[in-house]
Nanobody, 124 residues
Framework: QVPLAESGGGLAQAGGSLRLSCAAS????????LGWFRQAPGKEREFVAA????????AYQDSVRGRFTISRTGAKNTVYLQMNSLEPEDTAVYYC?????????????????WGQGTQVTVSS
């Protein structure tokens, strides 16, 4: 089973919303903190948000705090990224990732697993 598989990307207008989903294998979901990264054209991949295994620790990049919400549900072994008030600067390929903790995901430690990525495009 694929460790991580994203879905839900697409096209949105500025000010609109999208929700990304990342389905994890059962072992990946129970063993790891999960997070989201993004890579815009010509830029390095950057941290967006992360949530701990139990959901009690959450971290956000400053530019998305208050607009994006990360959550996870054990019923579906899925992590979500609800993106509201989208801006053209949010345009990027978004990647799901699994790592030991929110701190390591946020701190640049290479995740254990990456998803294949899903494109998000925000038009002005």
């Amino acid at each position: 089973q694929v460790p991580l598989a994203e879905s839900g990307g697409g096209l949105a207008q500025a000010g609109g919303s999208l929700r990304l989903s990342c389905a994890a294998s059962p072992s990946t979901f129970t063993r790891y903190a999960l997070g989201w990264f993004r890579q815009a054209p010509g830029k390095e991949r950057e941290f967006v948000a992360a949530i701990s295994r139990g959901g009690g620790s959450i971290a956000y990049q400053d530019s998305v705090r208050g607009r994006f919400t990360i959550s996870r549900t054990g019923a579906k072994n899925t992590v979500y990224l609800q993106m509201n008030s989208l801006e053209p600067e949010d345009t990027a390929v978004y990647y799901c990732a699994a790592g030991p903790s929110t701190a390591t995901l946020r701190g640049g430690v290479s995740p254990a697993y990456w998803g294949q990525g899903t494109q998000v495009t925000v038009s002005s």
